[in-house]
């Protein structure tokens, strides 16, 4: 493993271990969802979970959940979480960038603010190509140099790739890198292999900070 993605690791989990996340599912996720009309396998992956919370959003509209994260606290915690909400999640430790499942059995994988830490992130989207079922689908999203988190508080140290200041809000993230986009045609070439891309802008300003996302969405072949 590359040895700034095993900083970013060690990072995430000391950092889950105060942090607690989201509380709901995020919003343009639900309405991706909700207005897709079918899914080739209801079997779906949540890459970089997180709080857990677009997990249980999933397995409340009929998927089998699985889950990968880079942060052992992150797993405790949620593994916790699914007591209480009576639900049953498959959670794995992932070392990016290679994903444990095998060919063809998710019909939706998604990752929201999350995949983008992965430093070898080619790779990552290739494997998710790889364990698609043909016609499975993607949501992913990615920060853009726009976002007034990254725009104060991280650098460019390569063409695509960023790491936090130590002016961080949270403190514990400095140092991580990963991997950011100026223009949302950078990132077509990243999912040539699927059909029907789209790449799409969400931005928001509130309270005088800008918020600005890309949204990619897509499927395998079939």
């Known amino acids: 493993m590359d040895r700034h993605q095993c900083i970013n690791t060690e990072k995430w989990n000391n950092l889950w271990k105060s942090m607690n996340g989201n509380e709901y599912p995020h919003e343009q996720l639900v309405k991706y969802v909700n207005i897709t009309a079918h899914f080739p396998a209801m079997r779906a992956l949540d890459i970089g979970f997180g709080s857990g919370v677009n997990m249980k959003f999933l397995y409340e509209k009929g998927f089998l959940v699985h889950g990968i ?7 405790d915690k949620v593994t916790e979480k699914t007591r209480k909400w009576s639900m049953t999640f498959d959670l794995i430790a992932y070392e990016s960038p290679f994903l444990p499942f095998s060919d063809c059995i998710f019909g939706f994988i998604c990752s929201v603010e999350a995949i983008y830490y992965n430093i070898e992130l080619e790779s990552v989207i290739d494997e998710i190509y790889r364990i698609l079922v043909p016609g499975g689908k993607i949501y992913i999203t990615f920060r853009t140099p726009n976002h007034d988190v990254i725009k104060y508080h991280a650098r460019f140290v390569g063409e695509t790739l960023m790491e936090w ?18 223009n949302k045609k950078d990132l077509y070439p990243l999912f040539s292999k699927f059909s029907n891309v789209r790449v799409d802008t969400l931005w928001t300003d509130l309270l005088g900070r800008r918020f600005e996302s890309l949204i990619v969405t897509g499927e395998k072949n079939t």
């Open 69 to 75: 994260e880079v942060s052992k606290s992150a797993i």
């Open 165 to 182: 200041n130590e002016d961080m809000p949270e403190k514990e993230m400095a140092g991580i890198r990963f991997r950011c986009f100026k």
